[in-house]
């Protein structure tokens, strides 16, 4: 293996370690802030799927901004990367959790954290051979910085304005979006 791409999968080893352990803690900084509704952009603010799909992608995005030392992969197209992983991650998250708590009738907090994991390990993976083998084209390269500005708008926006669909429901109460604290 060369070492640009050695440099590379270690680099996102190392992210993937960093999205987990700092989604994980996104997962209760809005408790920890009493409710402070600016903080709702980056961290969970129920216990909807929607809002644990945030826990991946902000973490990954600030990944993606972090220089990559030793190798020469614009910023441009690191983003462009984690516009297709970042979507690749949520696909993840949203597919195993409603399959496995379809077959079971409920979820289980392991399986829980365990398809975050496997999802984000999943979009780091294919993260890491975009990384070392490029994007093919243009088209691509646009399609993936248009992925991960929609994806940052709809997380930015949608937990203040969540709208009367499943994906948006918290497991515990049937509410959506900011509870009243």
Known sequence: M????????????AGTIFIILVGSALH??????GGWRPVAVIAAVNESIWE????????????????LKGVELPLLERLAAKGF???????????????????LGHN???LDIGT???AVVIGQCVSAA??????PGSAPFLLGLSLLVAQF?????????????????????????????
Request: charged fraction near 10%; charge should be positive.
């Open 28 to 33: 209760f900084v809005f408790g920890w802030t």
């Open 130 to 135: 975009i990384g070392i083998y490029g994007l």
């Open 2 to 13: 060369k070492s640009r791409s050695r440099a590379i999968l270690r680099w996102e080893i």
């Open 153 to 181: 708008t709809a997380y930015a926006f949608l937990t203040y304005y969540p709208p009367d669909l499943w994906l948006f429901v918290d497991s515990r109460n049937g509410l959506r979006g900011i509870p009243l604290i």
């Open 116 to 118: 975050f994991v496997l």
């Open 108 to 110: 289980l907090l392991l």
């Open 52 to 67: 644990h799909l945030k826990l991946a992608f902000w973490p990954g995005l600030f990944w993606a901004l972090l220089p």
């Open 85 to 103: 992983t970042l979507f690749l991650t949520a696909v993840l998250i949203v597919t195993i959790f409603a399959s496995y708590t379809t077959i």
